[in-house]
């Protein structure tokens, strides 16, 4: 990662980011969700924003952003509206991964043009079969001279219907002992055999997250990353502390989001003579909300930091993700209760704020493996 971005690049980079998402975003986010449509204007407003090279290295045409300036980008972009961050985040997880490990050659040749936006990628890891458990995929790629042939299908990749292509787990060894051992990454761009059917949402609409089939889909061998087979599992799980980090911001984001709408909310509306938020029973409720979100904040902050500075960040990332996740739902809900009856309706933001929050519990690690991360480092740490 990055850090030659300096404090105050940052800040301007921030501050119109933050101008951007309150004039362009807030005004459309409700009428892109409700009818589940692809932003292609906000995309190309992203582009011009550098977003699809936030965090990809300047020699590489990205901004070189640390994760730190990055999480508050995606904070700030949650607060309003966070599906338009699945579009750059998968996009910049499947960049940091070629970055990492990819080959110079293969650096050279995808992060310009993913910096740029003008090829947006994804992450294809999960199948029908497999999410927490990765290392039970069944896609499989075979070598068959210059190229590897893949058969097999994918679920709920985000980026992969309107996006050019993703970064594709695959096995190359479905017999190899321990399985991750057979598993290798190919940087797979959309092309004959490469299928992809959309999959309707709870929330995070507007989002193309897709089942891919692929059939015969033949990608040539240069573009196993690394150009070592047998390292995909260790390659993915490397970035897991970065993709971590970014969906406690976005679940901080959602959760911030909740927040601000139900504080004016409860100023405004009135019952009993007064305004709701002098009502004690809602001053409880903002008082834990806004706790919840700074506190995940300062989590986000403090593995961003380490991360940043190269130290290992497992537990810290793990916590941020649990505590970002959790305050999105806490808030969003919360917030459902201090909206009442109007936050059934749909000409209220605050529903998508709570639909959208679930899914940040999932994703990058279920809370449940989370909390086993966590209280597994715990315990090694503070050995009885
Ligand atoms: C909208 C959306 C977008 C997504 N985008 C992408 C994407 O772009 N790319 C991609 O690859 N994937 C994507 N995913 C998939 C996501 O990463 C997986 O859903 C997630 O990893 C969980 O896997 P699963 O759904 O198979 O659940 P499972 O792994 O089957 O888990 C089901 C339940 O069992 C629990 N569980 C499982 N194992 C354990 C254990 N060892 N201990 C305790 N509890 C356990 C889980 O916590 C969960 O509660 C997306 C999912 C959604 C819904």
């Not at 300036?69 to 509206?81: E, F, L, P, R």
């Not at 909206?339 to 899914?359: H, T």
Request: aromatic letters at 8%; one cysteine or more.
């Amino acid at each position: 990662m990055s850090t030659n971005s300096k404090p105050q690049d940052d800040a301007e980079i921030l501050d119109a980011i933050e101008q951007w998402a309150e004039k362009e975003l807030r005004p459309v986010a409700r009428k892109f969700d409700h009818a589940d449509e692809y932003p292609h204007e906000i995309v190309e407003q992203m582009k011009s924003l550098g977003l699809f090279g936030a965090t990809i290295g300047e020699a590489y045409g990205g901004l070189g952003l640390s994760a730190s300036t990055y999480a508050k980008i995606v904070v700030k972009v949650s607060s309003i509206w966070m599906a338009p961050c699945g579009i750059f985040n998968s996009h910049l997880i499947m960049a940091a991964a070629i970055e990492r490990a990819g080959t110079e050659e293969q650096k050279r040749h995808w992060l310009p043009r993913m910096a740029s936006g003008e090829f947006r990628g994804g992450i294809g890891l999960t199948e029908a079969n497999a999410g927490s458990d990765l290392q039970a995929i069944c896609t499989v790629a075979k070598r068959e001279g210059d190229d590897y042939v893949v058969n097999g299908s994918k679920m709920w990749i985000t980026n992969s219907l309107h996006g050019q292509g993703i970064l594709l787990l695959v096995k190359t060894d479905p017999k190899a002992e321990p399985r991750y051992k057979g598993m290798s990454l190919l940087i797979a761009p959309k092309g004959d055999g490469f299928k992809v059917s959309k999959l309707k949402k709870l929330g995070y609409r507007s989002i193309d997250s897709c089942e891919v089939h692929l059939q015969d889909y033949r990608v040539p061998a240069s573009h196993l990353l690394g150009g070592v087979e047998g390292k995909g599992f260790i390659q993915t799980a490397s970035g897991l502390e970065l993709g971590r980090i970014n969906v406690a911001a976005r679940g901080a984001g959602i959760g911030e989001g909740a927040l601000l709408l139900a504080l004016r909310y409860a100023q405004e509306r009135s019952a009993f003579g007064k305004s709701i938020s002098n009502h004690q029973a809602i001053q409880l409720k903002l008082a834990d909300m806004v706790t919840q979100v700074e506190g995940a904040k300062h989590l986000i902050e403090a593995a961003a930091r380490r991360y940043d500075a190269g130290e290992r960040c497992d537990l810290e990332a793990a916590m941020a993700k649990l505590a970002g996740s959790e305050a999105g739902v806490f808030c969003s809900q919360e917030a459902m209760r201090i909206f009442g009856g109007y936050s059934y309706s749909v000409e209220y933001d605050i529903e998508r704020f709570y639909r959208d929050s679930l899914l940040m519990c999932i994703g990058e690690g279920s809370n449940e493996i989370l909390r086993q991360v966590i209280a597994k480092q715990l315990i090694e740490r503070h050995p009885a």
